[in-house]
């Protein structure tokens, strides 16, 4: 009957009906299905990388746009290595082994608590990145769509928080489609682009068919930037990791299996689509504002193609899927905590949908900010992007070092070479990141982590005070309550009053009836109408010479409340009208809210409302 | 001690200490000062009422500003028509004949609502138009500041409005000088002014000083526009009529004649200020923004002289106390229609400073916000002004001759004929303005007014429910109560539950604690510390497959509480935390709130909350 209440009928219609706690089941994944929900966050990032990297370059002039292709390859096997070092993380955390959990298992709380900042915050610069590349290949395909781009940003991260808010019960087949046909397209496009190069006689490659002056020189700062932009194309390889259990058994075998694949793919797709890119001289367009692998795709497939438009709508589809991902991963990573009492109560709740509804809404709010205030654009969220990813990366690897130092299993001194290495590496592209990317706005991400680790340790030593505060240990029961005294402040004397009078005889033989007196003509009404209804019991008349009734009646109680004995309770009855409107409300003044206000923060005085519902009209209250 | 709460001490250092009703006290006025408390309103209008009129003249060409000599002699007729009308109602009603209380005596509740609704709406207009007057006497002088008129005239406000809440004591001395200030500077320029003329051997009007193309042909419409963009030169006439009682004694006497003066005074500036205009070609500036009056000045005293900007701060000044005329007004009419019961029951209390603080607020958001909405200039602000005023003005001279008709004293025919001749007179101005302002702005006014007076009957008939639903009349006394259920709901077991349990106890000897099982595992934990805590009282357990707490909690009470039994009442005690800082709020599930929500709309349910203060930290609390 709750869930009936008229408000909530919209959401109803939105959400759908509560699910029972018992519905609560896991899928177990196959390693096809596998691939397809976790990889779509890294593949997803191909349609944006080579992008960055060319963006970079042509600062220096359309003359260094040659360079993406070594810089792609140093990216390749930067992949490589962290793909390897996660390898061994699946195969240590079979119960699934997320950045936060592993830092905070081997390195201790602090670092583990680094990592889930980082973490946390990427995965909000995830769903706004990969939204506003999604709109790209929308508005690629679309031009006239450009100037609304934040608005159907808005409307998709809309869509997928609802559809989150519902709860996504089959989403292994369902998610499989948007992954393959991106990949089935890209390696298709890649396919043909190749082939025409070679049926071509293998060409040089032709001259970006914009050309940009150098506003830049090429130093070896602008060569990092770029690298540090193509970087993107790592976000999103820790899935596998983090999501181990949900493998068929045997899980980590499956899981590690899949991260292989994945990485092929993610190797295979962005160096084809960055070699084809500089074969065929595209470069970034600022005043179409065509993405580069929609102009390569028109070159590929044929302007106007029905494969073409194919291709767009893949990169969409895959965009917002990679989006979706990050829909499941911060509430659970906010749950895990929520649990461990670092984030607020509200983000380990189940909501009625088996979901962690608050997480899925702050992110959504969070996200939707960050497209707004950047206007939409990838290329300005990309700065901040992957900071927090390189940060949990080389926390994670360091963590599983300082495992393998510990436990020193089998070939324990080559793991620990392999996730040294990882990590090593992971550390100085941070500090690229953090050097080259700072004043563009990684400031942004390096001021923010801090704070929000503090606001983590903030939240932790409340929950710990609160807990020892309330804490049974050493606590002696407090002595039964004595002397009850009932106070009935009244405005008046009418069916209200009488009914609050009535309920505070039912606490207590000792009550008061107490009325301030703000117009003595009024008092005198009063003392008459309650010597006919006040059934004997006392009424005090405090004089008001300032108006206020709040001030005389808190002096009162503290005049007749004794604080010294525990055994001793002061009760105040304060008769509420009801209105059948809400409305209503502002037409009565809020003096019963004043008092309970004016007593809040005081010990030993409780404060009941006794309701008196109101009807819409006198002739109802009759029926 | 209420006081001492930190949040109050701003308000304290603007609004000033509390007063004690004790000190409310009237101050009676001689003439002298009457004139200048009740006229600043009528006669301020001579600042802008000639340039209103040019304003609509000069859209048939400069040749037609010619016409503002006989329109202004139409106005002045009109005003002298109403002047002679209102001198009437000064001796009818000694206690103060303001057009709400007339219209209401003498033709019934619903005209004076009409009235009401008119002149509280004209108060409103009368603040934006005076301040935005104001402003312009400012920025004519120095026009640099023409782009920060609505910031300079929401400040003017905010400040009448602290003046006016602190209550403004000494009135009548310090609202003199602003009055007499303006009389006397603008008598002086219009003496300097004819002065030269005459010196110059009387010649004919100069052509106009800005050449104007005629945009609209010189149509009766026009004509009449522009006679009734003058007519705010009348605005304010009604003042001393609704101050009678504020007179020395005989008071009608005194009124009468400080009417006369100021009738006089108004018709001799307004004449002299529109012939000396149109004598020295002066026309509105479209491009300086500089006022008509601002331009005559610096023609009559020279520019940049010591008397031209002490005229433009005189111009000021009085417009400025224009301004503050309403805010007495306004909530004293108000207070007069909550004490009726036709307003919200908060405008009718006086506040610490012995004003009604409410009313002053609501009129300077009103009025702050026409500003910003028509943007701070007084020619948008012009046809929605006065339509109020000759509203109350028909009313109220009609009620006078309604009253004439009943009563038939002495003269009784001749008294009628002035009233009715000055009602017909004000009601043929009214139909004119409606339909000459109707498409520049009336419309709003004439939407407007019957919303306020729906608003009016809907608060009255809900205040009429409320007390009939609250009569004590035909009220037998509730049976008194013989069986109190206390519920104690709990979310585990630590000190506030015990806190809770301890004064439910206290209540009544009929308690149950009950736990909504989310997780079995916890119930067993619950269960076990219960069974050590719960000092004999029965623990139910209800399941909750969906998580919900409240949805559970309420069907049980469903199931308990039989609604027939009129002698029995459920508590439903709840222990609350109450945290040492207001975020911490936020870290904890508002469960409690959401209970008492569940439980307000139920009848014979009370929830009672019991505090448990939470201190700043652990240590803390063993001090």
Known sequence: MWGGISGFSLRRLLIGHPLATAQLRHERLTKIKALAVFSSDALSSTAYATEEILLMLILAGSGAVGLSIPLALGIATLLAIVAFSYYQTIHAYPGGGGAYIVARDNLGTFPGLVAAAAILTDYVLTVAVSISAGVAAVTSAFPVLYPYRVPIGVFLIAVITILNLRGVRESGTIFSIPT?????????????????????????????????????????????????????????????????????PPESRNAGRTLIAMATLLITMFLGITFLSHQYGIVPDEHTHETVISQLGRVVFGDGTLLYYFFQAATMLILVLAANTAFADFPRLSFFLARDRYMPNQFALLGDRLVFSNGILALALASSLLLVIFDGKTTRLIPLYAVGVFLSFTLSQSGMVARWWRRRGPHWWLKMGINSFGAMMTAVVLCVFIVTKFIYGAWIVVLWIPIFIGFFLTVHRHYQDVAAQLSLEAFGSPPPIRRHRVIVPIAGVHRAVIAALNYARAL????????????????????????????????????????SIVGPLVDYVDRIDDKRRRDQVVTIVLPQFVPARWWHHLLHNQTALLIHLAFLFRREVIVTHVPFHLHLNHEEQRK
């Open 180 to 248: 393959y046909f991106f990949v089935g397209m890209t390696l298709t496009m890649i396919g043909v682009g190749l082939g025409r190069w070679v049926l071509a006689g293998m060409p040089p490659a032709q001259p970006p068919q914009i050309d940009y002056p150098a506003t830049h020189a090429l130093t070896l700062f602008l060569i990092l930037r770029a690298f540090s932009s193509g970087c993107a194309a790592l976000t999103g390889i820790e899935a596998i990791a983090d999501g181990v259990p949900a493998f068929k």
């Open 508 to 547: 207590s033989d000792d009550v008061t009836a107490v009325y301030v007196e703000v117009d003595p003509n009024e008092t005198l009404k009063v003392r008459r109408k309650w010597q006919e209804w006040g059934d004997g019991v006392p009424l005090v008349v405090l004089p008001s010479p300032y108006r």
